[in-house]
Structure formats: C-alpha cells, structure tokens
C-alpha cells in the first residue's frame, strides 16, 4: 500500500522569533524514517508551493480487525501509529531538527483505512503552516489533515 502526503501552505523559508520560538533560516520539511531522525526523506524548502511524498506500507489485520499500517517511515506501535514530519534547518552537510508535527494514522476513519486498503492508496492532505504562521508541529488530526482513501 502507498501512504502519499501532499502538503501545501508551507511557511516560508525563513521564521522570525517570537516569545518561546528563537526563529530559524533555511527551514525544510521532510519525513523522518522509524527511529532514525537523522534520516530523512527528500527534504522540501520551506518556500514550495507544495510538497509531496510517496511512502511504501504493508497493511496487516491485527486480531481485534483492526488494520495496522507499517513502514520504514511509519513510527509508533499498533493502535498508535503516526509519520513524523520534521522541521529542519540546513546547517552545512547536516539538518538540524528544531520542530516536528505527528500525522496520526489512529485518527483516520476506520472506513477510510479499508477503502485504503482495498485500493492500494492512502492519501493525506494538509497545510504546512500554523496559526502564527511558524511551521506545523504537534498531533495532526483532522480538519487540519484530510484522509483519503483513492486507487
């Protein structure tokens, strides 16, 4: 099964400050693999009209009926599981991690999930920027992502 992430609304490539955030320059967005937030998938500037990425899952009925989706970016346990899009900054060779925001994959519909899994392909569609205009962090759920199921 393919989870597919299409994000629009980035914030920019830069951050000011403000109180509780120093601000940041060079902002990317990209998603982390299962414990190991240093590898990352195809970072996108923080200024892209959209980004988008292409994540290849497995699908497997838990006992209880549940489906659980897993995968090389797919963190978390069953009942819990959740894509880590991280914040970075380019600092040389290396990013640097500074804000992360959790997509949810427990808070999908149950009925989206099998449509999902009939089809082949997930697909989550959000915007990259808060309130404050500063990039997405936190637990995602809808309405700020919308989860759709297509084939």
């Not at 997509?103 to 392909?121: I, Y």
Request: hydrophobic share 40%; net charge positive.
């Amino acid at each position: 099964m393919e989870l597919r992430i299409e994000a629009a609304d980035l914030p920019g490539r830069e951050c000011g400050g403000g109180p509780g955030f120093p601000g940041y320059r060079d902002i990317h967005v990209a998603v982390q693999r299962r414990c190991r937030p240093a590898e990352l998938l195809d970072p996108q500037p923080g200024d892209a009209a959209r980004a988008r990425w292409s994540l290849e899952c497995a699908a497997k009925r838990l006992p209880d009926g549940e489906v659980d989706i897993t995968g090389r970016y797919v963190q978390g346990g069953p009942g819990g599981r959740f894509v880590y899009l991280n914040w970075v900054t380019r600092e040389g060779d290396t990013w640097s991690l500074f804000r992360r925001a959790k997509l949810l994959l427990a808070a999908v519909d149950p009925a989206t999930v099998e449509a999902a899994v009939a089809s082949g392909l997930l697909v989550a569609r959000l915007g990259l920027t808060d309130a404050k205009g500063h990039p997405l962090c936190a637990a995602v759920r809808p309405p700020l992502v919308t989860w759709t199921a297509a084939g």
